[in-house]
């Protein structure tokens, strides 16, 4: 009899990646930056309305400034992979937050590979990665919802022990 079994309900996954490009206003830059998370994704990008009018910004409530998209499986942790060569697999520790998630940015989209085209420009965008384990699924379906345990949720720290193992990702003291 094996002395140790790995616990497959305790591996720790990406549930999805949250791709974010705020512009700040509507019109063709948004648009713009739509394509740029299109060609990121491949998906349709989604768009986030103003909440409320801030005359210093320039802008108007439930006026479009913002697209995102969510992307799931294999193709976020390509995309994470991307994101974080740019980073160059450093990350502070106060990225993480204390359910175990963890987001940051980038300065240039081109840095991860897509073909810069004047026609588009260079747009900044934020990664926000939310992990879990199998089973957490019980907290979302329709039917006979529950709560997950607190010993089954991914703290700070599984999750920074995970980006260490998973990336062999670095861990520093200062904001960048």
């Given at each position: 009899?094996?002395?140790?079994?790995?616990?497959?309900?305790?591996?720790?996954?990406?549930?999805?990646?949250?791709?974010?490009?705020?512009?700040?206003?509507?019109?063709?830059?948004?648009?713009?930056?739509?394509?740029?998370?299109?060609?990121?994704?491949?998906?349709?990008?989604?768009?986030?309305?103003?909440?409320?009018?801030?005359?210093?910004?320039?802008?108007?409530?439930?006026e479009k400034i913002s697209c995102w998209c969510t992307v799931r499986g294999a193709k976020a942790e390509e995309i994470l992979e991307r994101g974080l060569k740019v980073k160059e697999y450093e990350l502070w520790k106060g990225c993480f937050s204390d359910e175990g998630n963890f987001g940051f940015g980038i300065d240039e989209h081109i840095d991860l590979g897509?073909?810069?085209?004047?026609?588009?420009?260079?747009?900044?965008?934020?990664?926000?990665?939310?992990?879990?384990?199998?089973?957490?699924?019980?907290?979302?379906?329709?039917?006979?919802?529950?709560?997950?345990?607190?010993?089954?949720?991914?703290?700070?720290?599984?999750?920074?022990?995970?980006?260490?193992?998973?990336?062999?990702?670095?861990?520093?003291?200062?904001?960048?």
């Amino acid at each position: 009899m094996a002395s140790e079994k790995k616990n497959p309900m305790r591996d720790i996954s990406i549930k999805k990646l949250c791709l974010n490009i705020c512009v700040g206003e509507s019109g063709d830059r948004l648009t713009r930056a739509a394509k740029v998370l299109e060609q990121l994704s491949g998906q349709e990008p989604c768009f986030s309305k103003a909440r409320f009018t801030v005359r210093s910004f320039g802008i108007r409530r439930n006026e479009k400034i913002s697209c995102w998209c969510t992307v799931r499986g294999a193709k976020a942790e390509e995309i994470l992979e991307r994101g974080l060569k740019v980073k160059e697999y450093e990350l502070w520790k106060g990225c993480f937050s204390d359910e175990g998630n963890f987001g940051f940015g980038i300065d240039e989209h081109i840095d991860l590979g897509i073909k810069y085209d004047p026609n588009i420009g260079i747009y900044g965008m934020d990664f926000f990665v939310v992990l879990g384990r199998p089973g957490y699924r019980v907290r979302y379906r329709r039917r006979a919802k529950t709560r997950v345990g607190t010993k089954h949720k991914v703290t700070r720290e599984e999750a920074q022990k995970w980006f260490q193992s998973k990336f062999d990702g670095i861990l520093t003291n200062k904001k960048h």
